[in-house]
C-alpha cells in the first residue's frame, strides 16, 4: 500500500515489520525512494554475515512506483554491528590445553559448522587428534555420518552413545550450537562434570541456555582451524573410546526385521545403503524426520534440509521443490508422515507442472505417529486425534492425478524395487508410498524436562508392542 495509508487501517493492512520483528535478523521499512538502493545492500549484508537470518525489505507502493538515481554502495558499515570472525588468541590457547590435557573429550557439532562452511576444518581437528564427533539435528552432514569418530546425532532422539559420551564427558566443545532443549534436557543435568567451551559467532548465544567455562566469539570456521593449529599433541584417549564402543555394544541401533512387516528404520536404512549420502534428504516432522536422522548416514553438509527447532509440519515438499532449482545436479529426496505430506500435497502439481524428477517418499502408518507415540508414553495412553485410518486418501491415485508417477508398498522385499522403479524415472515426480508398522516408536528418547541420562531405549507397555 502505499506509504501516507500505513497505520490508517487501510484496505488489506497488516502491520509486516511488526509481525516478522520476531522470526527475522532485521527488518526495513522503505520510506523514502532514495534509501532504496542503500537499504538492499544492507538487507543482503546482514543476511549474509555474522549468525545468518532473513531480512525483510517492506516497500510501500509508491516507493515501488517513484524513481531515482541509482547508486548502489560496494561496501557499507553498520554502528553497532560488527560482527567478530576470529577468536580471541589466549581464548584459543586455553580451550587447545584443556583439549590436549582431556581424557574424555567430546565436540559437539551444530549447523553453524555448515553455514560457516567450516566442515574441513572440523575434519581435520577431529581426525588429527582423534576426537569423538556429535552432532545437533541441523549439524547432520557437517562429519560424515560412515566415520568411525561420529557418534550420529545426539539429544532426545540421539544415539545412546552420542547421549552417555556426553553426559560423561570431562571436555564439552559447542561448535556453532546453541545447547538447545532437544539436545541438553534437563540443564542441570547436562553434562554436569565437563569444562564446557562454546564457539560461536552470535555473543548473544553465549551462556544463553547454558553457562559455560570457556566462550569464544567468532566464526567457527575460522576458530576451529586456529584451535586445531594450536594442538601440538592429541590428547590420549584410547580408554575413553573403549568405552564409547561398549556404549555401541550395550544398546546399539537396530529394530526387528524378521517379522516380514515393514517398517521405517528399513526404508531410510535402504535409502542409504543406496544413495551413500550422495543425495539431498528434505524431511517433514515426526517419527520420519528422527529415524531419518538416525539411520541414515549424511556424507556431505547441505545434505540435510528440515525445519529444525520450528518443527513444521508439511515443510518437506514445497522445500524439496526448492531445493531441486538449488541443487538439480543431486538426487533430491523428499520424506514425509501421512500427516505431514497432506499439509502441502497441492504442491505436487508444481513439481509435476515442471517436470522435477524429486523422489517423494511418504511414510505412511496411518497415524500422527510422534504425537501418538507421546500420548502412549506421557499422557496415559490417552489417544486422540491421532488415527488417520479413516481419512487417509489414496495417495497413489491422488499422486497419478497430479501427474506424478506413484507406488506402494507393504513388503519389505519390495522396497529395493520401489527404489529402482523411482530412480529409473527422470521427466517427472515419483510419489513412494511405504506403508510401515502403525505404532511403532522412536527409542531412545529422553522424556520431555528429564536428562540425557534419563533415555529410555525401550517400550513401557509391553501389550502395545
Not at 552413545?161 to 532443549?181: K, P, Q
Request: hydrophobic residues 45%; glycine residues 8%.
Amino acid at each position: 500500500m502505499p506509504s501516507h495509508l500505513i497505520g490508517k487501517d487501510a484496505f488489506q493492512e497488516a502491520d509486516i515489520v511488526g509481525i516478522t520483528r520476531p522470526i527475522t535478523k532485521h527488518n526495513f521499512l522503505v520510506r523514502d525512494v532514495k534509501d532504496l538502493a542503500m537499504t538492499i545492500k544492507m538487507a543482503f549484508y546482514l543476511a549474509s554475515t555474522g549468525k545468518p537470518g532473513p531480512v525483510l525489505v517492506d516497500i510501500p507502493k509508491d516507493i515501488i512506483a517513484n524513481k531515482c538515481a541509482f547508486e548502489y554502495p560496494e561496501t557499507v558499515e553498520m554502528r553497532g554491528y560488527k560482527p567478530n570472525y576470529h577468536g580471541h588468541s589466549s581464548q584459543i590457547k586455553k580451550a587447545a590445553e584443556k583439549l590436549r590435557n582431556a581424557k574424555r573429550p567430546v565436540l559437539y557439532v551444530g549447523g553453524g559448522v555448515i553455514m560457516s562452511g567450516g566442515t574441513k576444518e572440523l575434519a581435520l581437528l577431529a581426525k588429527e587428534n582423534n576426537l569423538p564427533v556429535t552432532m545437533t539435528l541441523q549439524g547432520l552432514g557437517a562429519f560424515p555420518g560412515t566415520d568411525d569418530l561420529s557418534l550420529g546425532m545426539l539429544g532426545m532422539h540421539g544415539t545412546y552413545w552420542a547421549n552417555m559420551a556426553v553426559n560423561n564427558c570431562d571436555v564439552l566443545v559447542s561448535l556453532g550450537a546453541r545447547f538447545d532443549d532437544r539436545v541438553t534436557g534437563k540443564v542441570d543435568k547436562f553434562a554436569v562434570d565437563a569444562y564446557k567451551i562454546h564457539v560461536d559467532i552470535d555473543p548473544a548465544a553465549i551462556d544463553k541456555n547454558v553457562v559455560v567455562d570457556l566462550p569464544i566469539v567468532g566464526d567457527v570456521k575460522h576458530v576451529i582451524a586456529e584451535l586445531a593449529a594450536e594442538m601440538s599433541s592429541a590428547p590420549h584417549i584410547n580408554d575413553w573410546w573403549d568405552q564409547i564402543n561398549a556404549w555401541k555394544d550395550e544398546c546399539p541401533m537396530d529394530y526387528e526385521d524378521n517379522d516380514g512387516l515393514l517398517r521405517t528404520e528399513m526404508v531410510i536404512e535402504k535409502l542409504s545403503e543406496r544413495t551413500k549420502g550422495e543425495a539431498v534428504i528434505v524431511t517433514d516432522v515426526g517419527q520420519h524426520q528422527m529415524w531419518t536422522a538416525q539411520y541414515y548416514k549424511y556424507a556431505h553438509p547441505r545434505s540435510n534440509l528440515t525445519s529444525g527447532g520450528l518443527g513444521t509440519m508439511g515443510f518437506s515438499v514445497p522445500a524439496a521443490i526448492g531445493a531441486y532449482f538449488a541443487r538439480p545436479d543431486q538426487p533430491i529426496i523428499s520424506i514425509s508422515g501421512d500427516g505431514g505430506f497432506q499439509m502441502n500435497i497441492q504442491e505436487l502439481i508444481t513439481a509435476a507442472a515442471y517436470k522435477l524428477p524429486i523422489k517423494f517418499i511418504i511414510i505412511n502408518n496411518s497415524f500422527l505417529g510422534m504425537v501418538r507415540q507421546w500420548q502412549e508414553l506421557f499422557h496415559a495412553e490417552k489417544f486422540s486425534f491421532t488415527d488417520l485410518s479413516a481419512s487417509n486418501p489414496d495417495f497413489v491415485k491422488v499422486a497419478e492425478a497430479m501427474g506424478c508417477v506413484a507406488y506402494a508398498t507393504d513388503d519389505p522385499k519390495e522396497i529395493d524395487n520401489m527404489f529402482d522403479k523411482a530412480f529409473a524415472v527422470t521427466d517427472r515426480p515419483v510419489v513412494l508410498e511405504f506403508k510401515v508398522v502403525k505404532e511403532n516408536m522412536v527409542f531412545p528418547m529422553v522424556p520431555a524436562g528429564g536428562a540425557l541420562s534419563d533415555m529410555m531405549v525401550k517400550r513401557l507397555n509391553p501389550k502395545l508392542m
